[in-house]
């Protein structure tokens, strides 16, 4: 992936669903900007588990860059995603709320910096510890491995939800959209690719998704 990207206990969390309120198209779903990329073609072979390539070992080292690219993205606009502008960790106004569940499993609401920062802090313990992501030979991946990492995507695509909802005029003044863009068509591509994203978890950014399919940018 470092070719494609190039920018200056148990968690958990449960999803509150309002009605929209507003009509107003949201940037990223706006020609040109919605079909900005830095990448030809779709993800396909990108994706494909390659060959004489263990699979918790392509799904381990694809995670680690798409929670460090994602990382970036955000410390690149963390500035504007303040406790006062974002209150709650939400997916467009009117849309989708994130409630956080901590290791006691109760639910509070926060604000999106802080939703995130449990979120960034909850997966770097996750790839820090030598019995979820093993790096050292003869250490096998955990049989709970794949229900670990469908449980990082769900976090990380509600990152790039609260992102494209609430600051993508940012990305947008920074020169950042095809990046970014390029960055979720693969984050999308290798989630269907795994089955590692419920339908229900993409339902705030499905309509970027349907146009990236309509590009055949998707796989």
């Known amino acids: 992936m470092s070719g494609f990207f190039n920018i200056s206990g148990k968690f958990g969390s449960k999803t509150k669903t309002k009605r929209s309120s507003s009509a107003v198209r949201p940037l990223f779903l706006c020609p040109p900007y919605c079909n900005n990329s830095i990448v030809k073609g779709n993800f396909k072979t990108i994706v494909q588990l ?23 993205f955000y410390g690149s606009i963390s500035d504007f995603c303040t406790l006062r502008d974002c209150p709650t960790m ?10 956080w569940m ?9 604000p999106a910096p802080q939703y995130i920062d449990f979120v960034m802090s909850w997966i770097q313990t ?19 491995f794949q229900q ?9 695509i509600r990152v790039f939800a609260h992102i494209y909802h609430s600051h993508y005029d940012k990305v947008l003044s920074l020169c950042q959209e095809g990046h970014f863009n390029s960055l979720f068509a693969h984050f999308v591509s290798f989630g269907r690719e795994f089955d590692l994203l419920d339908k229900k978890d993409i339902l705030p950014l499905q309509d970027l998704i349907d146009i990236m399919d309509g590009n055949g940018i998707l796989c």
């Open 102 to 110: 901590d290791g006691q499993k109760k639910t509070s609401r926060v």
């Open 126 to 144: 996750l790839v820090n510890d030598e019995g979820t992501f093993p790096t050292k030979d003869g250490r096998e991946f955990p049989l709970t």
């Open 148 to 156: 670990t990492v469908r449980g990082i995507f769900k976090q990380l």
């Open 90 to 99: 939400s997916a467009g106004t009117g849309g989708f709320e994130y409630l």
């Open 50 to 72: 390659p060959k004489y390539v263990d699979g918790n070992e392509w799904l381990a080292v694809n995670v680690f860059d798409f929670y460090n690219y994602i990382n970036m």
